[in-house]
């Protein structure tokens, strides 16, 4: 072409390019929620494990991540732990060979 610097791209090569890369960008995209998917998905297999009986509370309790104990037991840690003595304290509530207060 006549007049056509080598700098300058045709509408038809730019439009081209441009969705080049809207593909790539949507596949990074897509690529980028496949992996917070599955990172989040692998946590949830390793924090809901079926426990039974004592094996729950413990490793609740024993996990001390603040937001998981927090939206299981509606209270933070320290006050569920003084909720549990005072329990034990000022009711009929007793830690038996078969459950805890904490259950």
């Known amino acids: ?11 038809n090569e730019l439009s081209r390019m441009m969705s080049s890369a809207a593909r790539a960008s949507a596949i990074a995209r897509a690529s980028t ?3 917070f998917l599955e990172v989040k998905e ?10 039974y009986g ?4 413990n490793e609740l309790l ?10 299981c037991l509606r209270m933070k840690l320290d ?3 003084e909720l549990c003595e005072q329990l034990r304290e000022n009711s009929c509530l ?3 060979q078969k459950s805890t207060v904490e259950q």
């Open 54 to 57: 004592q094996a729950y509370p």
């Open 79 to 81: 006050v569920f732990e």
């Open 62 to 71: 024993s996990s001390k991540i603040p937001p998981r104990i927090k939206k």
């Open 33 to 35: 929620v496949n992996l």
């Open 1 to 11: 072409m006549e007049g056509r610097s080598e700098n300058h791209l045709t509408n």
């Open 42 to 51: 692998k946590r949830l297999q390793s924090v809901n494990v079926l426990h």
């Open 94 to 96: 007793r830690d038996s």
